[in-house]
């Protein structure tokens, strides 16, 4: 990759790398992920008042389970797309929009964060070069 090559990678949202940050989560038995939160005690003062227990779960569902457990730390949004196209059977286009709109609203949740990919060398000269540097 050249220079400009690379600078263009760096605004490219679907080359980057999801990481977990939320780790209380469980996987049913059909395959669906549920994410476990902390109840804060005002929650739990109110559930009291109305004698209802307060719920602290979200149960994702097919599509963004499927998402969730594709998160390794390793693969980037686009691979996760191609995965998720292969499944589905949809272009990899549409997966690929669906998943950036997930992955922007549990980002913004703070459940995730993103890694840029690192540059891989393309040829064994550049392997060569990049590691005597």
């Known amino acids: 990759m050249n220079r400009q090559s690379c600078a263009k990678d760096k605004y490219n949202f679907v080359l980057y790398i999801p990481e977990i940050i939320h780790q209380k989560f469980r996987v049913t038995d059909t395959g669906r992920v ?29 599509l963004s389970s499927s998402v969730w457990l594709n998160m ?14 292969k499944k589905t059977g949809d272009d990899i286009d549409e997966a690929a929009r669906r998943i950036v709109q ?21 040829s064994r000269i550049a392997l060569r070069f990049r590691n005597s540097g």
């Open 34 to 62: 549920i994410l476990d939160f902390k109840i804060n005690p005002a929650k739990k003062l109110l559930g009291r008042l109305v004698n209802r227990e307060p719920a602290a779960d979200l149960e994702l569902d097919e």
């Open 102 to 122: 997930f992955m922007r609203y549990i980002a913004n949740r703070g459940w995730i964060k993103f890694k840029l990919a690192e540059a891989r060398p393309t």
């Open 72 to 85: 390794d730390g390793t693969r980037s949004i686009l691979d996760i797309a191609r995965i998720q196209s």
